[in-house]
């Protein structure tokens, strides 16, 4: 169980366009959700705090409006890149923690290389 | 205030040999310690963690850590590494049982095993 599903994996996109990924917790209830950035060879940069039905909580340095995210429902949380530019290409991952019996460690998705042409 | 450091940018080892991959914390209250594992273009997976009781964790995959209190330490262990386990490995720490389980992840170690 504890399975963390990020879609796409990979998008290429031209520049000044809008990009949506998404994260959704496919057996279990996410009370909380984490979206990262990270760059080649480096750690996970923190990027906002998402919890259902509330607004996201943005690290320091963060574009809230560079970086929409978006908690709907207790299993599926979206970001979305708008009008990216080359700059943003990264790996982006999300994770997220349980609900019920949650044992402390997050589930992570298996990431989204946006490309930005 | 949290955080937490892996001295070692890369571990190398032969296939068959002990490996080692180093972290550090620093946590204002009790630590919550855990370990991932990241293959290339994947997201992480979970190895083990540290939240309470024995000092000694077993984890995924043959991994073990020891927690060592006095040296602020939790070093994950492996008897016989094999060269599937070459990838990117992260220590990461908490220090509230709360849960928003948000963690400080450390930079990370490349661990490349070879035949």
């Known amino acids: 169980g504890a399975v963390v599903s990020q879609h796409p994996s990979w998008v290429i996109c031209k520049s000044g366009t809008s990009v949506k990924i998404e994260c959704r917790s496919l057996?279990?209830?996410?009370?909380?959700m984490f979206w990262y950035r990270q760059f080649p060879k480096q750690s996970l940069m923190l990027m906002a705090t998402s919890n259902e039905g509330s607004k996201a909580t943005y690290e320091q340095g963060v574009e809230k409006d560079k970086f929409l995210i978006n908690h709907a429902s207790l299993t599926l949380s979206t970001l979305t890149v708008t009008s990216a530019h080359p700059e943003d290409s990264s790996f982006y991952i999300c994770?997220?923690?349980?609900?019920?019996?949650?044992?402390?460690?997050?589930?992570f998705g298996e990431g989204s290389r946006l490309t930005v042409l | 205030a949290q955080s937490v450091a892996q001295p070692e940018d890369q571990v190398n080892v032969a296939e068959g040999n002990p490996l080692t991959v180093k972290c550090t914390y620093s946590?204002?209250?009790?630590?919550?310690l855990f370990w991932y594992v990241q293959y290339p273009n994947r997201g992480l997976q979970f190895l083990l963690k540290y939240i309470t009781g024995d000092n000694l964790v077993k984890g995924s995959y043959g991994f073990e850590a020891e927690f060592n209190k006095s040296q602020t330490s939790f070093h994950l262990k492996k008897p016989s590494a094999l060269v599937s386990d070459s990838a990117l490995y992260f220590c990461?720490?908490?220090?509230?049982?709360?849960?928003?389980?948000?963690?400080?992840f450390g930079a990370g170690t490349q661990v490349v095993v070879t035949p």
């Open positions: 990461a720490v908490r220090d509230m049982p709360d849960s928003w389980g948000k963690l400080q």
């Open positions: 994770s997220a923690s349980r609900r019920v019996q949650n044992t402390g460690e997050l589930f």
């Open positions: 057996d279990f209830q996410a009370t909380t």
């Open positions: 946590v204002s209250g009790n630590p919550y």
